[in-house]
């Protein structure tokens, strides 16, 4: 949740750390914190093809309706969460396929 997030961000920031990694798609609705407790923070946001992260969310969720909030509404959740900070130079927005291209 927001205040464990919050919680841990201030942990990282006391400790001086110079790098955080943290793999998780719901931290892109999260990035307003990340740059509020954490100012210098430079963030890589991995997208990946919307096609792609539906087929492997229905593996996660196989009775799920594909068009519904755990598949397709997730993806555009996460996705338009990092379109509002595309422009914030803190952050950089890598395609998945372009690491395999």
Known sequence: D????AALAVAAKG???TAWLVKSPSNCCRLGYVF?????ARV??????GRDVLLSLLERYPTA?????LCLGRWVNDNAAILLYQ???????????????
Not at 2 to 5: E, G, I, K, V
Not at 44 to 49: I, T
Not at 65 to 69: N, T
């Open 87 to 101: 422009k914030d130079p803190r952050l950089l927005v890598v395609r998945y396929e372009d690491l395999f291209a």
């Open 2 to 5: 927001d205040a464990t997030f």
């Open 44 to 49: 890589v946001a991995l997208v990946r093809d």
């Open 65 to 69: 309706d594909p068009a519904g909030p």
């Open 36 to 40: 509020k407790f954490l100012p210098a």
């Open 15 to 17: 400790a001086n750390a």
